[in-house]
């Protein structure tokens, strides 16, 4: 009674309807008996049981029953007391007692369900013996046998949902542990590769940065009266950059795909597509439309993981025979397109977290393409295939040195 239905396991729905209907049931029994068997006080026990079902529903439907205990008590005592007007009416209400049982020991405390429990098969026995104007030991035992099978069912069914909340919080726990030490990893691989290239730059670039500076002050100081002297310094400069040009390009090719290593950006996706095709069974071509440009090393890894992103899509997901890889060198903008006849989807229906498994999702192509200032766009059907377009602006010359 403290959470509401929608709230509870479909099993604990499904026990409190049938507690709701077996109490029901029960109550028409009671008052269908004593109109058929033409019983005195017939009205007053119909009443009285339709009065009973009233206050019964009434307490699920009212908030302060299902958050409040103290309500809930209250609610409970005035259920137990039209259930006594009736048990004083009609000897079958006896069978009443059972789910009241339940209802007992869910909403009192343990001690004070069990004293209710005891008190309510006290009052249903003696109740019985009234009616039938004698007592034996066998009035007894079924509301005895049945009060001990609901306190077994309700303590049992306690003791398993305490234990399955433990679980449950310490699974809870256990992923929040996982979940902070994955930070806390990928944290400490960040620092780590910070401090290594801090290391690299300082004992290579810094040092050869420092030692033209030095170069240029003494070709300086030998200006204009030992020109020759000048110009020694000037090529020990000069060659100090051109070392420290070289340094710059090795870092920046340590931080490249290695398809990107000694290879064009068009011919590593032809080796990718070739590569695809041997590995898997579907055909995949590539095309090049325009001259290849120059392109930074960020834009070319850019679309290589596009491309690679696109084609392990197709490959797990779109059970397709065919998908066509495009670069495309457009003047001001370079394009690529991958084109499949695979099952398609609804782009709208995929959600915006879901990652593939290399993990370059729809997510991470987009914000590759934001950070470089490019569009992606996915254009796809169920059954109709999958279009994925991504365009990058060309830089300015300038841009591509190095």
Known sequence: MKTTAAALPPATRALTWCLHLLIVALLSLAAGRAVADGRPHAAMTVAVAVACVV??????????????????????????????VLLALSADAVWVAFPLYFLQLHLLPRRAGLA?????????????AVHQGFFSLAMAIGPVLGAAVAVAVVWGYQALYRESEQRRRLIE???????????????????AERERLAREIHDTLAQGLSSIQLLLRAAERALPGTPENAAGYVGQARQAAVDN???ARRFVAALTPPALHDATLPGALERLCATTSARHRITARFHLTGDPAALPTAHEVALLRIAQSAL????????????????????????????DDGTGFDPDQQPASTLDSGGFGLTAMRARMHALDGTLTVESAPGRGTILAAQLPLPAPADSDM
Do not use: K
Not at 65 to 82: D, E, H, I, Q, T
Not at 119 to 128: L, S
């Open 116 to 128: 209710a429990v005891a008190a309510t098969a006290v009052t249903a026995i003696t109740a019985f």
């Open 173 to 191: 726990e256990l992923t929040v542990t996982r979940a902070d030490l994955a930070r806390a990893e990928h944290t400490a691989g960040v620092l």
């Open 55 to 84: 206050v019964y529903a009434a307490g699920p439907a009212l908030p302060r029953v299902r958050r409040f205990p103290m309500a809930a008590a209250v609610w409970l005592a005035v259920v137990g007391a039209c259930w006594l």
């Open 312 to 339: 392990a899509n197709t490959v797990q997901h779109a059970h397709a025979a065919t998908v066509e890889v495009s670069l495309s060198y457009l003047g001001d903008h370079v394009a690529i397109d991958v084109v």
């Open 245 to 247: 040009l070289a340094e």
